[in-house]
Each structure stands twice: as C-alpha cells, then as structure tokens.
T-cell receptor
C-alpha cells in the first residue's frame, strides 16, 4: 500500500526550541491528520486539516495543509518535556473516506 | 473511562496458539478498525468493519480473522500465532459521517514466543 514520507524520523531537541516535521505524498489527499502517540498509549488526534492551504493551531501546535494537497507540516513552538512521543501524519482521500494512510512517525525527544 | 477499550493490554503466547484481542467502544460509532504497529513501519490496517454485517480486509489480513459481535464490539483473532505477529495492535473507531475522524484505543502489546 501507499506510504507517506514523513521526516525527520527522529529529533533530539532542547526544551524551549521549536520543532518542524512534515509529510509528503505522491498522491493527493483531501484530509490531513496529525496524531501523537505517548509511550504505552494509542495515537491521539492533535489537528485535522480539510482544505488546501488551511493553517490550523492547537495551543503551541500549528499544522498546514499544503497547497498541492500532497503535503502537510506540523510545527511545535517552545517545546516542553511532555511533548516527547511519536508524531504521525495521516492522509485520507476522497471517495474512500474510511482509509487512513499513515506516515512512519517522527520520534521526538526533548531534553530538559 | 476510555471511549475505546482494548483487552488485554499485554499478552504473551506461544507459537501455534489461538488468541483473541477484544475491542469495545462507547462512542456509538458504526465503523471499527484493527491496526498493527511495528517499529519503523507506522500503522497498517488489518481489517475494518462499517457495521455489524460488514467486514473487510485491510492491507495485511493474512493470518488474522475478525468478528463484529455488536456495534460496540470488534474482536481480532490469530488462529495460529507465529512470532512475526509480535507487535502492538490498535483498535480504532469512527462515525463514518462528516469528518470521519478515527479514535484509537490504548493498544495491546502481543508477544509470540
């Protein structure tokens, strides 16, 4: 099946730094989702994007739906230790609105 | 209480054994899904169900079967477990309408020895 290219695979940052990660695809998606997975837990939805060019914030998190519909970005500002976890992007196409295609995840480590 | 509950949370079994993982939800959603997570591979869809009478294979269904006992319950079975089925398994639900966002359970960590 199709995979999304998510990068970077991992990041080690200092508390207070800003973080950026992104996903790209060779195909168009109508919905982009960003999930976070804490250790020992399931993915939790952070931000959902439904329109090309859309920029949406959730606290210190900001995500954008790329104009081409083939990419999305997630930024975290002023990182804190509890931001540690795995961040996944997921794309959903129109016409088959059940199926999520997931990126392989970005493992974020924040050093206090 | 969690909206999507998976049991057990951890399980160790031996090669060849039959094992069932259970998922129940209180969100009232029609759609339920089973995923497998392996390190570095993200989440892959095993089976999905749009309602009690509807079951569909996902991208990696070989070696697995499912049962949708009720709108709120969706179980995953490994008829004869093998070591490469060692993984984290997640159940998810969605309402199938509007945004169709998927909500995940906390996962079951399965080890097949």
């Amino acid at each position: 099946g199709q995979q999304l290219n998510q990068s970077p695979q991992s990041m080690f940052i200092q508390e207070g730094e800003d973080v950026s990660m992104n996903c790209t695809s060779s195909s168009i998606f109508n919905t982009w989702l960003w999930y976070k997975q804490d250790p020992g837990e399931g993915p939790v939805l952070l931000i959902a994007l439904y329109k090309a060019g859309e920029l949406t914030s959730n606290g210190r998190l900001t995500a954008q739906f790329g104009i081409t519909r083939k990419d999305s970005f997630l930024n975290i500002s002023a990182s804190i230790p509890s931001d540690v976890g795995i961040y996944f992007c997921a794309g959903q196409r129109g016409g088959s609105n059940y199926k999520l295609t997931f990126g392989k995840g970005t493992l974020l480590t924040v050093n206090p | 209480d969690a909206d999507v509950t998976q049991t057990p949370r951890n399980r160790i079994t031996k090669t060849g054994k039959r094992i069932m993982l259970e998922c129940s939800q209180t969100k009232g959603h029609d759609r339920m899904y089973w995923y497998r997570q392996d390190p570095g591979l993200g989440l892959r869809l095993i089976y999905y169900s749009f309602d009690v009478k509807d079951i569909n294979k996902g991208e990696i269904s070989d070696g697995y079967s499912v049962s949708r006992q009720a709108q709120a319950k969706f179980s995953l079975s490994l008829e004869s477990a093998i070591p490469n089925q060692t993984a984290l398994y997640f159940c998810a639900t969605s309402d199938g309408q509007g945004k169709n966002i998927q909500y995940f359970g906390a996962g079951t960590r399965l080890s097949v020895l």
